[in-house]
């Protein structure tokens, strides 16, 4: 857990941790230089299972996060949020799936959303259970919650929080771990409760999470895709960023969006195409073609596709995959079709 000025949630985010049905375990917190009350309050608990380490000034969240890694000395590692909450479940069902799979390296859980006095609200932020779905879905974003993650320490010890950047640290680090050959899970259960408030970087910082996810999506394009030319790696860049980053705010949690978009992604990793551009478009063919598919007017509606909803134009995409759409829009104009 890495704090800075965590009041006032620290407290029960560190009581819902002591409170876990499994109980053998050290929690580690790193004081980023909090300047608040949160300092005292960690110092108020008198557990032996809890370590603080204090930082003399705020380093920010990616060498906060890399100093508690760091320091830990358990067989495996998770990761709370010092604003969040664990259900009593959480380290038991987690530690569970890893004993029981040991080529998993990572493991998350469900999110459920809750208010900033704690209400839950019943939106979830779900992920994909098998490994092949999860690293689809790392093409088009972080699908493995960092906060509730937890992970082989002989894994993510050596690779570390390393990002070049202050913010999507968790992605970066899963981006590192896929291309050297980790394995990834979701247990599709809520175990973890993430508190919703102004102060979120999610919320705060949003532009600079959006470049940093397009310059990690460059590094899993690159990593899987060596042989590609420079413009067709910057294609699937540019796809991945308007589908994820772009249109997340209205569409990135609704499951039908992302089973489109997915299919997709799935289709480019399974073939491994010399012409990225006709596999994006042989990927959206795998689904029904909807009467709205097509707008004329010299757009295409690829909200139906991709799950947006409105309409990107043609001029907006990469020279390459926009002559690609627009094949395919000519060969399946509604008026065409039985």
Not at 190 to 196: A, I, K, M, P, S
Request: charged letters at 25%; hydrophobic letters at 45%.
């Amino acid at each position: 857990m890495a704090v800075y000025n965590g009041e006032p949630f620290v407290a029960e985010a560190i009581q819902r941790v002591l409170d876990q049905s499994f109980g053998h375990f050290e929690l580690v917190i790193v004081d980023d230089g909090s300047t608040d009350e949160a300092p005292r309050t960690l110092m108020s608990f008198a557990d032996s299972r809890i370590r603080v380490i204090t930082l003399e000034s705020n380093v920010g969240r990616t060498l906060a996060f890399d100093r508690g890694l760091k320091e830990a000395k358990g067989e495996y590692v998770g990761f709370i949020g010092a604003d969040d909450v664990v259900l009593p479940n959480w380290l038991a069902a987690l530690l569970g799936v890893l004993d029981a799979d040991p080529k998993l390296d990572l493991v998350s859980c469900f999110m459920e959303r809750v208010t900033v006095e704690g209400r839950r609200t019943g939106e979830l932020v779900v992920g994909p259970e098998k490994h092949e779905d999860v690293v689809a879905g790392l093409l088009l974003g972080p699908n493995i919650s960092h906060g509730g993650a937890i992970g082989r320490a002989a894994v993510l010890v050596p690779a570390g929080f390393t990002s070049p950047r202050w913010v999507a640290e968790d992605y970066y680090l899963w981006a590192q771990l896929l291309l050297a050959g980790s394995r990834f899970s979701n247990v599709s259960e809520v175990f973890y409760l993430y508190r919703q408030h102004e102060r979120q970087v999610t919320r705060s910082e949003k532009p600079a999470m959006y470049e940093a996810h397009r310059e990690i999506q460059g590094i899993l394009v690159d990593g899987l895709w060596p042989s590609a030319t420079a413009e067709e790696r910057a294609e699937i860049v540019e796809w991945l960023y308007w589908t994820f980053c772009v249109r997340q705010p209205s569409s990135v949690q609704d499951p039908m969006v992302m089973d489109r978009a997915l299919r997709v992604t799935r289709y480019l990793i399974e073939n491994r195409p010399d012409n990225v551009s006709e596999a994006v478009v042989q990927g959206w063919r795998q689904r029904t073609i909807d009467q709205d598919l097509i707008a004329w007017g010299g757009r295409v509606s690829i909200g139906p596709l991709l799950g947006a909803a409105s309409e990107i134009p043609l001029r907006r995409l990469p020279r390459v995959l926009a002559r690609s759409i627009g094949a395919f829009a000519r060969a399946n104009r509604p008026d065409s079709r039985a």
